[in-house]
């Protein structure tokens, strides 16, 4: 069956460490995958996207990988700060272009000062 | 940059009552929405694609009486939640596409959540 898994659990980082978010996807071929930040009670915002032909993207402190053979994206956050305290989704799109999205359940991120 | 909003953002109605959710794009068209619901620390559920000026495509499980999508034009798309019950309780929220991008790119709405009594 097709599945799109992120850790359930909180990740707890210190302020200033780096945050490694996994995004992993079972029985899907995805031609992009994007990340996005949502705030409780808010909808998402879009972070980043990196398509199946490229390995790594960066803005500014997000860093995101994409590994088609493991069927796995990393999401860094260098330099965390507090303010970077939200759930991280990962979704995947299945064909070029815009086109719908599957997502996963997110995971919660808290950076202590 | 491209705003979405959706409205209401919050709304409470009876059991049996019809609500109606809007979803505009600001300052762009869009061609396609999508609209979605999302249960409590749950992935963002897809219900439906809304194409402006034809009927809406649904996923599977998904009714489509019971969830009326009507995009009449190229910056508004609207999910009525017809006859609702307490179990249509849900936090709702709409993404547009911009036409004629083809980033992958979507713009979403703050969402709407729905109390249904």
């Known amino acids: 069956s097709q599945k799109i898994e992120q850790n359930s659990e909180a990740l707890n980082i210190q302020e200033g460490k780096t945050a490694t978010l996994t995004c992993n996807y079972t029985?899907?071929?995805?031609?992009?995958l994007q990340w996005y930040r949502q705030d409780p009670g808010r909808g998402p915002v879009f972070l980043l996207l990196?398509?199946?032909?490229?390995k790594e993207k960066r803005k500014e402190r997000l860093k995101v990988t994409f590994d088609t053979t493991l069927k796995q994206s990393l999401f860094h956050i260098t330099a965390s700060q507090p303010a970077d305290s939200a759930t991280y989704l990962c979704?995947?799109?299945?064909?070029?272009?815009?086109?719908?999205?599957?997502f996963g359940a997110g995971t919660r991120l808290a950076v202590h000062p | 940059g491209a705003v979405v909003s959706q409205h209401p953002s919050r709304v409470i109605c009876k059991s049996g009552t019809s609500v109606k959710i809007e979803c505009r794009s600001l300052?762009?068209?869009?061609?396609?929405m999508f609209w979605y619901r999302q249960f409590p620390k749950k992935s963002l559920m897809l219900m439906a694609t809304?194409?402006?000026?034809?009927?809406?495509?649904?996923e599977q499980g998904v009714e489509k009486d019971k969830f009326l999508i009507n995009h009449a034009s190229l910056t508004l798309s609207t999910l009525t939640v017809t006859s609702a019950h307490p179990e249509d309780s849900s936090f709702y929220i709409c993404?547009?596409?911009?036409?004629?991008?083809?980033?992958?790119?979507?713009?979403f709405g703050e969402g709407s959540r729905l109390t249904v009594l």
């Open positions: 300052d762009f068209q869009a061609t396609t």
């Open positions: 809304s194409n402006e000026g034809s009927k809406a495509t649904y």
């Open positions: 993404s547009a596409a911009r036409s004629g991008a083809n980033t992958g790119e979507l713009f």
């Open positions: 979704a995947l799109g299945t064909s070029g272009g815009y086109n719908k999205l599957i």
């Open positions: 990196i398509r199946e032909n490229e």
């Open positions: 029985n899907y071929s995805p031609a992009y």
